[in-house]
Structures are given as structure tokens and as C-alpha cells.
């Protein structure tokens, strides 16, 4: 297709490119991770005044410097501005001015600080936003500047030229030559290449980037002769003469024969945009082999890789992955600096400062500069350490040097200096030291708190060992906050749950009854102003901004009452009960000076409303009612929750729908027993507004267990993944009659009857496919006061690790063992735990896992209502699994994507999960994933 075409637009699409930094930026606006700070030694003083017009002459020339990126009616745009910029002098450390975070919405993408007085002359630090720049845009920013500020000088203002097209033209351009049929076909041939790579041991591989350490090296100006000279005889370029050397190299550390390596790539696929300030790169992974055995027959395959790939350098690289589920794609990068340096005397050649963050675990970048050809080995610190950069750049020019001079040797017979790192060793988790001698009295007070809530949930027990697990007796996890809520009533003892679910024995509980402080009273926070919204609101906020994923996030009811209930007294009692909860009137909106989602609660709250639907069809009723459902809320304007009675021929339908920033499933029980209350005229306990919580809990031991594991889940899907995950969903039930007996076995290895089920669900999805180790999201609730009404849900994370073939009773106490240590990090934000293993996300499927398991007990509405199924039904995983107990036994219910999954899939992957519930009963010693399934 013929290239961009001016269009003089103030307002366009975001180009694939833009796209990802934007989606990075937004999720973390404090984030430097995208920040190209360069930095400029004067010579001479600076003219901050000059400095500042010649700026405003470039960013006035280059549109995409002075645009800023915005969601309009549910479409991320940017939006071109005025000619705008900060000129600072500053006294501060350059490396604090890099590491400054954008407010993309609402700041330009450029900043400047100046440095006077210094020893050598002036220096001046640009730090542009990545989304408006790469390095082949730096000659003509840096020409541009520099011919503007001689004219400023010479005391007028120097004309820059119009430019034939901007980068909103190239984005609107890059959007239409998508091409979807070369996407999925490249996406199918990159699956055939095994991902995770490892360098070293047991090192785990992980995506995306965390806190990140830079080592620069030198080429020797010999080797880097030799590098030209052989790809010249190889008709190669030098790209791949070192992509041969650094994947040799990487093959060596990971013990690897085949893997990708993205090669970051200028993306100028058209000669009108060559010149052109803006961000372009795109990461191509290219398919590296360690099997031809001499260095020449490298270069040669990896010479027909590269050209073919080439063909697909417009791919978006987070299409690729997101086509790809189950696989980061890549691990490692590649770069070859070799664009033109900015020609200007007035300044030395700009040093691009270090962010301290990483991009990939391992990216090598290889510059030509006027000091010579220097390589910079930029690696993840949380994956690898400080000596990983210079200990693998030694070996990368050692073999590059000697596999140049001697092309048609066999490899095998070049010796490295340096080998893998080791790897690390785990850590230890932590332990409850008690005295072993008779039951202290708060042990014996913890035991009859165990005996009492158990037998109010129909488990008889003696009285329990100090050892006795809670799991094991027959409790879970919201028997476990009642207790605890019980404690604090009984015994004035506040004790976290994440402190007792860590080890939640008799002994662990007297523990904390022993240490707990008195019981706190009811919170209710001071109307004086925005207080900053809890980590999991913040990330709800965020979410609501993605249009498609808006109405996943809200929480709606609806429950039919029987004919003779009172419609005016239901309505003032429902009135009453929105009215007396500060949550329910929040308003929430970003500070964008303190870059924070805060909250106020003085707004006027929501009131029901009464229609009358009893002459309407089937069809429109049913229409009406989604619509209360699923209507996002305008959280900075309204009210995040709504209630409105319809009144049917056969009684009154409450609709009940509030946003999950303000309520979670208990809340929502809350609210409709003191509606209840309230419809009786019984008294209503005072209203609680808890702060959030000041403190924050350490990630380490968690991250570490997780680590490793896929990123995904290979579920099996009838349809391939959109762009955007869907959030229509659809359900299926099943239910495994033998509970009693799945119970039993569960308590042997001290497991609930949730974890023997998610355990369960791994094996069948194991048995399934080829995947042995498994990520699923699961909620817990941190409440405090049982009469709250908030958002007080955290997501934690559990491992379900099969790898190695172990028996059913090893699966048991591996999955054990992994929710205690994600129990002891219950109060880590999930955003914390996604940024640590995750954080080069898409939007194409939930973060860290599409998997949700879950626990609920059986529950009917009070004033003889019964629950309505919701039709239509939104989801936020692809695949939520529900235990329930019940009479019958235990009720699986999934909750599915219906763009992903047809019925029939998730009856079979039900009958699946029964089946191998039944494994477990009656062969619990046997391997789990001994056998294969359809």
C-alpha cells in the first residue's frame, strides 16, 4: 500500500507501537521504565532563555512532542497540543531527573533540566517518553535543536522546514495495513519454538521487566574489523554476524539448541517516515539454532531467518504474544546501534542515562560510536546477579573474536572464559516456634474457637490437638474469618487472617490470641477531604478505564420476592441501607499531581428507583434488567452502586448493582440482611469505613515460590483470543457426589476441600495437555468487621506444581504448602505480585493467569427472596471454578469466556474434573497424571 498521507488531524488513533507504552504508562504512571533520558555536556555555558525557544521551535516543527494520550468515549487517542515544555535549572542528581515518571494525559512527552556552574561546562538532561521517540529519531531531533538554538543566538528564530507527513499520519497509516491472516500465520510458526529460557541452573526465566543493571564494554576495534570483513564474505550483514556469536553464547548458558531472541528493530518500512521524530522499533523474535557446527553455517541459517522474518517486521510484537498464549515468546534481546550520530559542535554526543529498570531478562545492545563500537549487557536484577553482565560479555567477545578469525571451525571446540551463574538457593519458609508442653490457656481458648464454629457448621469434633489443622477438621477459609471475627468479640483480640491461614493450627491461633492487641472499634474515616483508594482500587480504577473490560468489574444481584412483600417499605428500607454506608457514596478520581486514584465520600448517596415492568414481555423485561446489570458507573461523577425494585406479576425483583471498587460478595450479603433489618424496623449496626491499610507486606517469599511457572494457562479453547479478552460468560455445572470421601482424603495431606479442588483442576487440565505447572488466581478477604461494606478482596496467587510425576498425596502438599506461603503474603497488592511476574501483560487475557478458583458456601436471600441466575453473564477470567458444598455433594460451577469455550467443552472439562476427583478418593498414592484424558 502507498505510504502515510497528511491529514492535518489534532486527534488520532495510537499506533500499534504507541499502543503497548501507553498501556504500560497508564498501569504505572510513576513507572521510568519507558524514559529515554539523554544527556548533553555543553560546551560552554548554556542560554537556558535560547535553550527554551529553539525547544518550543522543534516541538512546534514535530508534532508528536507536544501530544499527549487520552481515552475518549472508550478509544485511546492522542491528541496533538500547543508547543509546550519545562526548562528547569536544578541543583539535584541527573539520575533522580531520568528516573521522573510521565503523566501521559495529561503532561508533553519532553522535559528539560539544566546543570550550571559544572567543572566541565554546562550540561542539559532531555528526558523524552519513549512513546514519542526511538534512536533513529535522534539525528534529526538533535539537528533540528541544534540548528534552532544557533539561530536563537544569533538573535532570530531559525525556520525548520514543514514536514511532508507527522506520526499521527503513520499511525493511522500502521493501523489500516494490519494484516490479520500474516499475523496468525507467523504467530503458528513461532509456537513450534520452545520459550522459558534459563541461563544457568535453575535460574527461573520470567517476562518482562523489572529493576535492571547495565554493563558496558568495549569491542575490540580487530574483532570488529573481522565481524565486517566476514559478512561480507558471507553476503551476511554484521546483525547477523553478532546475533550468530550472542546466540551461541546464549545456547551455552541455557543449555538450549532452539530458541527466540527479539531483534529490535528500526521498523521504517517506508521512505517518508525515515526522517521522522516519533517511536517505531518493534521486537521481532527470530528463531536461533545451535546445531550447524561450524560459525559460518550459523551466520548462514540465521542470514535466511533473519530476511524471512523481516516479513513480518509490522507485526505488533504483542499481537504476536498475545497469539501465542501460554509463552512470554521471548526472554532475551538483541540490538545493532548503527544509525547516524546527531552532527552538532555545540554539545558531546548525548549518553542515554540508566532508568534502573530492564526491559527483557537479558538484552544485548551492540552501538557504533565515535569512541568505537561499545556493548551494553542490560539484565533483570530480580532474576540474575551483578555479575551476570560482565561475566557474559566477556564470553560474548571472546567467542566473537575467535569465530570471526576462524569462521570454519567447529564451534564445539571453542572454550568459553566464564560459565552459567549457580543457581539460587529458595527460602526457607517461615515457622511457628511453640512450646510443646500441655495447652496454654489461649490454646485452650483457640481450641474451643475451633470446636464451636465447626459444630455451627455442622462438623462435631472433640477437643482439637494444639496441631490440629483448621482444613484438616473440615473448615475453610470463610469459616475462618468468622472465627476469627468471634475471637475479636469474644476475647477483644484482633488477629489478621493472613496471620492465622499461614499455619492454621491450634497452637498458631493461641499464638496470636496471646499477642493480639484489643478489639478495635468501628471506623468510620473524616469527611475533611480525598483520601488515596486501597491498591486493589487503584487497579479496578484503572481496569474501568479499558472500555471492554468495564462491565467485568461491576458486582450485580438480583433477587425475586414473593408477591406480598411491601414495595414502599422495601424502597425506604433499601434507601436507608445505601445511605448509611460511606463506601457506597465514594467518588473516585486521579490526582494527577500525586499521581494516585483517591476517593471522597460527601457526595449525596444513591436512591432505588420502581418500575413498573408487570404488562412488559419476557424480552424487554429481561433487557431492562441487564441494563441495570451491566451500565458501567461514572465513578467520578456518580455513585458507585444502583438499586432499582421491578415489579413482575408474581412479586418484586430487587436489582442490585454496585461497582467491586466498593463492595465484594460478603458486602453484597451485608447489604441485603440489613435491608432486612431495616424492613422490620430491627436496629442496624453502626456504619464502618476502614482506612486503608498504612502497612505493606514483603513479596519476596511469594515471588520466589511462584517464579517459574507459566504466565498462562493451555486451556482448551474452541477459538483463539481476541486483541481484548471478552468478558461475555456463560456457566456450566457438575457435581461429585462422594464429597464425604474427597473431604477425608483432603484432611489426610491438611488441605481444605477448595485446595484438594484446585489441585484437582490442575491434574485434569495436566492430563488434558502437556502443561505440568499451573498459576490460579483465588480471592481472600481481608475484612475485619463483619458488618462492613467495602472492597476488602485481595487476589492471591497459588502454584499448582506437577512436574516430576508425583502421587496424589504429593500434589496434595504441594498445593498445601503453596497457598500457606501465599496466605503469609495475603496483604502483598496483586498488581505487586503481576509487576514481579508478569508485567509485560496485553490486554488479550487476564494478567498472570486466566484461571480463577474459588470457594462459596450455600446461601439464600433473607424476607424469603431467591437468587436469579444473571443473563447475560459478565466474567473476568476465561475460566472461573466454583466449589460449593451441598447436600448433594460438592457443586462445580465454571464460569466461562463464551467467545472462547462452546458448551460442550465445559461439560466435558467438568466431567474431566469429577473424574479425576474420583482418582484422588480411591487411589490417592497412585501418580496423578498417570493417565491422559480427551
Not at 488441605?751 to 502443561?771: D, I
Request: charged share 25%; proline share 8%; net charge negative.
Amino acid at each position: 500500500m502507498s505510504g502515510p498521507a497528511r491529514l492535518h488531524a489534532t486527534i488520532a488513533p495510537l499506533s500499534f507501537a504507541q499502543e503497548r507504552l501507553w498501556f504500560v504508562n497508564a498501569a504505572a504512571p510513576e513507572s521510568p521504565i519507558y524514559n529515554v533520558p539523554l544527556f548533553l555536556r555543553w560546551r560552554g555555558e548554556v542560554d537556558v532563555a535560547a535553550l527554551r525557544r529553539a525547544l518550543l521551535a522543534v516541538i512546534g516543527k514535530h508534532e508528536v512532542l507536544r501530544t499527549t494520550y487520552e481515552d475518549r468515549d472508550g478509544t485511546r487517542v492522542q491528541v496533538v497540543g500547543e508547543a509546550r515544555v519545562e526548562v528547569e535549572v536544578v541543583t539535584h542528581d541527573p539520575g533522580v531527573e531520568a528516573r521522573r515518571g510521565f503523566d501521559l494525559a495529561a503532561e508533553p512527552p519532553l522535559r528539560c533540566a539544566v546543570w550550571k556552574g559544572q567543572p566541565d561546562g554546562d550540561a542539559v538532561l532531555l528526558t523524552i517518553h519513549h512513546i514519542a521517540v526511538d534512536g533513529w529519531s535522534l539525528p534529526a531531533l538533535f539537528g533540528d535543536l541544534g540548528t534552532a538554538y544557533d539561530a536563537e543566538l544569533a538573535g532570530h528564530r531559525a525556520d525548520l522546514g514543514e514536514l511532508p507527513v507527522q506520526y499521527a499520519d503513520y499511525a493511522v497509516w500502521d493501523r489500516a495495513g494490519f494484516d490479520e491472516q500474516l499475523l496468525a500465520h507467523r504467530a503458528a510458526e513461532l509456537a513450534k519454538v520452545p520459550t522459558g529460557l534459563k541461563l544457568g541452573g535453575a535460574w527461573p526465566a520470567s517476562e518482562g521487566f523489572h529493576t535492571g543493571e547495565q554493563h558496558r564494554f568495549a569491542v575490540p576495534a580487530a574483532t570488529w574489523e573481522a565481524v565486517g570483513e566476514l559478512a561480507r564474505k558471507l553476503r551476511a550483514t554484521p546483525f547477523v554476524v553478532l546475533l550468530a556469536a550472542y546466540g551461541e553464547v546464549i545456547g551455552r548458558w541455557s543449555a538450549r539448541d532452539e530458541f527466540l531472541v527479539g531483534a529490535v528493530t528500526a521498523n521504517r518500512t517506508h521512505p517518508s517516515v525515515e526522517d521522522l521524530v516519533g517511536f517505531f522499533v518493534n521486537t521481532v523474535p527470530l528463531r536461533c539454532t545451535t546445531r550447524p557446527p561450524t560459525f559460518a553455517q550459523r551466520c548462514a541459517e540465521l542470514r535466511r531467518e533473519a530476511f524471512g522474518s523481516m516479513t513480518y517486521q509490522r507485526i505488533p510484537f504483542d499481537q504476536l504474544v498475545a497469539r501465542t498464549p501460554g509463552r512470554g515468546l521471548v526472554e532475551v534481546g538483541f540490538a545493532l546501534q548503527n544509525m547516524p550520530a546527531p552532527d552538532t559542535t555545540r554539545w558531546s554526543a548525548p549518553d542515554v542515562l540508566p532508568t534502573g529498570t530492564a526491559k527483557y531478562d537479558v538484552l544485548l545492545i551492540v552501538e557504533e560510536t565515535a569512541e568505537g563500537v561499545v556493548g551494553t549487557l542490560e539484565h533483570d536484577t530480580e532474576l540474575y546477579p551483578a555479575e551476570l553482565g560482565p561475566r557474559l560479555a566477556e564470553d560474548f567477545v571472546a567467542l566473537l573474536t575467535r569465530a570471526v578469525t576462524a569462521p570454519d571451525a567447529p564451534l564445539a571446540e571453542f572454550a568459553l572464559p566464564n560459565g552459567p551463574l549457580e543457581a539460587p538457593r529458595p527460602l526457607p519458609a517461615a515457622t511457628v516456634d511453640l512450646d510443646e508442653s500441655e495447652l496454654s490457656e489461649p490454646e485452650r481458648r483457640a481450641a474451643e474457637l475451633f470446636r464451636a464454629v465447626l459444630a455451627e457448621a455442622g462438623v462435631e469434633i472433640e477437643q482439637p490437638a494444639r496441631n490440629a489443622n483448621f482444613f484438616s477438621l473440615g473448615g475453610h477459609s470463610l469459616l475462618a474469618v468468622g472465627m476469627l471475627a468471634r475471637a475479636r468479640r469474644e476475647h477483644g483480640a484482633v488477629v489478621r487472617p493472613s496471620e492465622f491461614l499461614a499455619e492454621p493450627t491450634v497452637a498458631r491461633l493461641g499464638a496470636l490470641l496471646r499477642n493480639g492487641t484489643g478489639a478495635a472499634q468501628p471506623v468510620t474515616a473524616p469527611e475533611d477531604g480525598p483520601r488515596p483508594a486501597t491498591s486493589t482500587q487503584q487497579r479496578f480504577w484503572f481496569l474501568d478505564r479499558i472500555p471492554e473490560l468495564r462491565a467485568a468489574y461491576l458486582v450485580p444481584t438480583v433477587v425475586h420476592f414473593p408477591g406480598d412483600t411491601g414495595v414502599d417499605e422495601l424502597r425506604d428500607a433499601v434507601d436507608t441501607v445505601l445511605a448509611r454506608h460511606p463506601s457506597l457514596r465514594s467518588r473516585f478520581r486521579l490526582d494527577h499531581k500525586e499521581k494516585r486514584v483517591v476517593r471522597t465520600t460527601s457526595e449525596p448517596p444513591a436512591r432505588a428507583t420502581v418500575t413498573d415492568a408487570r404488562g412488559w414481555d419476557e424480552g424487554k423485561l429481561a433487557d431492562h434488567v441487564a441494563e441495570l446489570c451491566w451500565t458501567p458507573f461514572d465513578l467520578a461523577a456518580q455513585a458507585p452502586v444502583r438499586a432499582e425494585l421491578v415489579l413482575v406479576a408474581t412479586g418484586v425483583r430487587l436489582v442490585l448493582c454496585a461497582h467491586h471498587m466498593v463492595v465484594d460478595g460478603v458486602s453484597v450479603r451485608v447489604l441485603l440482611d440489613q435491608v432486612a433489618a431495616a424492613v422490620h424496623r430491627r436496629p442496624l449496626p453502626d456504619p464502618v469505613d476502614p482506612e486503608p491499610s498504612a502497612g505493606h507486606a514483603d513479596a519476596s517469599e511469594l515471588v520466589a515460590a511462584l517464579e517459574g511457572a507459566p504466565t498462562d494457562v493451555c486451556l482448551p479453547h474452541d477459538r483463539p483470543r481476541a486483541a481484548v479478552q471478552s468478558i461475555l460468560g456463560a456457566t456450566g455445572t457438575a457435581t461429585f457426589a462422594d464429597a464425604d470421601a474427597f473431604r477425608a482424603v483432603a484432611k489426610e495431606s491438611g488441605c481444605s476441600t477448595f485446595l484438594a479442588t484446585a489441585a484437582v483442576l490442575a491434574v485434569a487440565l495436566a492430563r488434558r495437555s502437556e502443561q505440568r505447572d499451573f498459576l490460579f488466581a483465588f480471592p481472600w478477604s481481608g475484612r475485619e468487621h463483619p458488618d462492613a461494606v467495602g472492597m476488602f478482596v485481595n487476589t492471591l496467587v497459588l502454584r499448582a506444581d506437577l512436574r516430576g510425576d508425583p502421587t496424589w498425596r504429593e500434589v496434595l502438599d504441594r498445593v498445601r504448602r503453596s497457598a500457606s506461603v501465599a496466605y503469609r503474603a495475603a496483604d502483598v497488592p496483586f498488581d505487586e505480585v503481576v509487576g514481579a511476574l508478569h508485567p509485560r501483560r496485553d490486554l488479550s487475557r487476564p494478567a498472570l493467569t486466566p484461571v480463577y478458583v474459588a470457594a462459596d458456601d450455600e446461601w439464600r436471600p433473607p424476607l424469603g427472596g431467591e437468587l436469579l441466575p444473571l443473563d447475560p453473564l459478565a466474567v473476568k477470567y476465561e475460566l472461573e471454578l466454583t466449589v460449593t458444598e451441598t447436600a448433594a455433594g460438592l457443586r462445580l460451577t465454571a464460569a466461562y469466556q463464551a467467545d472462547l469455550f462452546d458448551d460442550d467443552t465445559i461439560t466435558n472439562l467438568l466431567a474431566d474434573v469429577t473424574d479425576v476427583a474420583a482418582a484422588l478418593v480411591t487411589s490417592p498414592d497412585a501418580p496423578a497424571c498417570e493417565e491422559k484424558l480427551r
